[in-house]
Nanobody, 125 residues
Framework: QVHLVESGGGSVQAGGSLRLSCAVS????????MGWFRQAPGKGREGVAA???????RYADSVKERFTISLDNAKNSLSLQMNSLKPEDTAVYYC???????????????????WGQGTQVTVSS
């Protein structure tokens, strides 16, 4: 059973930074993709960043140059470093995992079967 647990959310002022982590357990496949998504109140779930087992990465245009996704295989952990945060980054952030993915769909929520419970990020102006 795959289990994902996010941590690291919180409140920060605009321009600040946060680092989200996602602890992964029960994932035994050698090929995979993993991603970060977010959902603001009244909006749909939006893909933020994704990485695969070969190290290929995709970012949403809205977070390029500000967010960095990384994967620590030794620690079974996925991270998202968020810098220069803006009020519009406020959302619940989720990590997600899937075995077989297509690069063109890395930032599409329907690609992923496994999801964490989410962590709140609030950016004040």
């Amino acid at each position: 059973q795959v289990h994902l647990v996010e941590s690291g959310g919180g409140s920060v002022q605009a321009g600040g930074s946060l680092r989200l982590s996602c602890a992964v357990s029960g994932y035994t496949h050698s090929t995979y993709c993993m991603g970060w998504f977010r959902q603001a109140p009244g909006k749909g779930r939006e893909g933020v960043a994704a990485i695969d087992s070969e190290g290929r990465i995709r970012y949403a245009d809205s977070v390029k140059e500000r967010f960095t996704i990384s994967l620590d295989n030794a620690k079974n952990s996925l991270s998202l470093q968020m810098n220069s945060l803006k009020p519009e980054d406020t959302a619940v952030y989720y990590c997600a995992a899937q075995w077989i993915c297509y690069y063109s769909a890395y930032l599409t929520s329907g690609t992923y079967m496994y999801w964490g419970q989410g962590t709140q990020v609030t950016v004040s102006s």
